[in-house]
Structure formats: C-alpha cells, structure tokens
C-alpha cells in the first residue's frame, strides 16, 4: 500500500458547516483536504483536464466522493 498523503501535498483544507461520517473509517470529519491530481501519461489526445482535485478524509485519508465548486 501506498504511504498516505504527507501534509506538504495538501493543497487546501475545508471546515464543514456540520460534521459528517468518513464512509471508509466512520470517523466524525469536520474538516476535508483537498490534494491536487496532475496528468502525467496519456497515449493519446485527451480533452480531459491537466489538473484536478481529489477530496480525501483527513483521518484515513480515503477519497471522498464529494463535489468541490460552486452552482453558477
């Protein structure tokens, strides 16, 4: 298994308006980081994007699904 994510890759940390329940480790998290993801192989064109962001418990460090942006 891979190391778990270092502090120095967190991109950004969130504070919840209400404490939620990690699906993976079912810890209370009042707080979500956001890790930065980079495309670094593709063997083809892709319109994907270059850089995204991933969502990740801050206890186990599982990703979340959960949706960072805003309706316009």
Do not use: W
């Not at 270092?6 to 980081?33: F, K, W």
């Not at 593709?42 to 979340?64: D, M, T, Y």
Request: proline letters at 6%.
């Amino acid at each position: 298994m891979d190391e778990p994510v270092a502090e120095q890759m967190i991109e950004a940390e969130y504070t919840l308006e209400s404490m939620v329940l990690c699906p993976n480790c079912q810890e209370g998290i009042e707080n979500i980081h956001v890790v930065r993801m980079l495309r670094t192989k593709v063997n083809f064109v892709s319109g994907l994007p270059r850089r995204a962001q991933i969502l990740v418990c801050p206890e186990c460090k599982a990703v979340l699904a959960a949706y960072l942006g805003s309706l316009i």
